[in-house]
């Protein structure tokens, strides 16, 4: 089960309400029942499957572009 990550999830309710939405082949759609009832919104997780995420990076191992350390991010700049 994915817990549900929104700050405005009514309180007293379990976090492990999502419900599978849709489903892809390279996807996942989940939504809480929770946030649907009591707030009337929507509570949407995008989750990729991991076979897809495997079967990518294997592609990109094969290319040889694969990075071999994460990417960090640039320092904002500040102006005057």
């Known amino acids: 089960m994915i817990p549900c990550k929104n700050p405005q999830h009514p309180d007293g309710t379990?976090?492990?309400t999502m419900v599978l939405v849709q489903d892809?082949?390279?996807e996942e759609?989940?939504?809480c029942k929770a946030c649907m009832?009591?707030?009337r919104v929507y509570s949407i997780q995008v989750k990729t499957k991991r076979k897809y995420q495997q079967?990518?990076?294997g592609e990109l191992r094969k290319q040889g572009r694969l990075p071999s350390r994460p990417q960090t991010a640039p320092m904002?700049?500040?102006y005057k």
């Open 76 to 78: 904002p700049k500040f």
């Open 29 to 31: 759609v989940w939504a």
């Open 14 to 16: 379990s976090k492990f």
């Open 24 to 26: 892809k082949p390279t």
């Open 55 to 57: 079967h990518v990076r």
């Open 37 to 39: 009832d009591i707030n």
